[in-house]
């Protein structure tokens, strides 16, 4: 590829990216209405007006109050001009706390888990500060991911990374994707598949992988064994290992994920181990921020 025909191609996918992401940030029509509201058991995420999120079922209406039960079982009762929007809590509660999803769960600390974001759903991020990335949820089934280091003006390296999901079960989910680099006239990257396997806490991550230069392929192939475990309602651990052909042998990392309302962040440690020798630690830090349809 020409680097003219690559800045054809990569610029617009980057601009793609930063527009959906602007469109989401917009909240969508289907955010409930606070007029809409009824009693119920169903579990509710209610901003405040002054920055608050309570975590709570509607209770009764009374006019223009409306009385909420938090988790805890404190009954509460706020005006409908304190609450400034609602939509449907996504997570769980966990011995009366509660789990949000973690809105990276679509990647490990570094590569794709078969999981998929939802339509609409996006994040925005960046490795070490100079290392930016977005991904946006296409469609339920498609995920596109986008990025490029911030050095000297340049977006290059500037990669893609399209995810088809496959397969989706309770106990499974399966995608195929590639990672495709490009930089001056060249064109590298990886063709893989992976399959997610456990719950959305508790998972085994596994990916099997062709690395490609232009329209050469690799004959031999690169495995990813990944996992994850959630630990509380912010901590998530993650390990990520790379058997790679060669000399090298073993790429391998582990860390954690601090789950936050909005912002995220992993902190892991990479290494590489082969004949006989190991290389580590090499720290590493990045930062995301999640982006809902409607919320």
Same mark, same amino acid.
């Given at each position: ?75 509460l009762e706020v005006e409908r001009s304190q609450i400034r929007d609602v939509s ?108 997610? %396997? ?5 998972? +085994?991550?596994?990916?099997? &992988? =062709?690395? /490609?230069? *232009? @329209?050469? #392929? !690799? ?8 996992g994850e475990t959630r630990v509380s309602r912010r901590i998530k651990l993650m390990?990520?290992?790379? %058997? ?5 042998? +073993?790429?391998?990392?582990? &860390? =954690?994920? /601090?789950? *936050? @309302?909005? #912002? !995220?962040?992993?902190v892991s440690i990479a290494g590489l181990a082969g004949d006989g020798d190991v ?17």
């Amino acid at each position: 590829m020409t680097r003219k025909s690559f800045i054809w191609l990569a610029v617009p996918v980057f601009v793609m990216c930063i527009l959906a992401i602007a469109v989401l940030a917009i909240p969508a029509v289907a955010q409930e209405e606070v007029e809409a509201l009824t009693p119920g058991e169903a579990l509710y995420e209610i901003r405040l007006a002054d920055g608050s999120v309570l975590f709570a079922r509607i209770a009764a209406l009374d006019g223009e109050t409306i009385v909420l039960v938090t988790l805890g079982g404190t009954r509460l009762e706020v005006e409908r001009s304190q609450i400034r929007d609602v939509s449907p809590a996504e997570g769980r509660v966990v011995e009366g706390e509660f789990w949000k999803e973690d809105p990276n769960s679509s990647r490990l600390l570094f590569t794709a888990t078969g999981r998929t974001l939802p339509k609409g759903d996006a994040y925005i991020g960046t490795y070490l500060i100079v290392l930016p990335f977005v991904a946006v949820g296409v469609t339920d089934r498609f995920t596109l991911a986008a990025g490029a280091p911030v050095l000297f003006g340049e977006l290059e390296p500037f990669y893609i990374a399209p995810k088809v999901q496959l397969i989706k079960t309770t106990a499974a989910e399966i995608s195929v994707g590639t990672l495709m680099f490009f930089a001056d006239d060249e064109t590298v990257g990886i063709a893989y598949g992976v399959g997610t %396997f456990g719950t959305v806490d508790h998972a +085994l991550t596994l990916g099997l &992988g =062709f690395g /490609f230069s *232009g @329209d050469d #392929f !690799s004959s031999q192939p690169v495995a990813m064994v990944g996992g994850e475990t959630r630990v509380s309602r912010r901590i998530k651990l993650m390990t990520e290992n790379y %058997f790679l052909p060669g000399e090298t042998g +073993l790429a391998f990392s582990g &860390g =954690f994920r /601090f789950i *936050g @309302d909005r #912002f !995220s962040t992993d902190v892991s440690i990479a290494g590489l181990a082969g004949d006989g020798d190991v290389e580590c630690c090499l720290p590493i830090f990045s930062f995301s921020y999640a982006f809902h349809r409607g919320r």
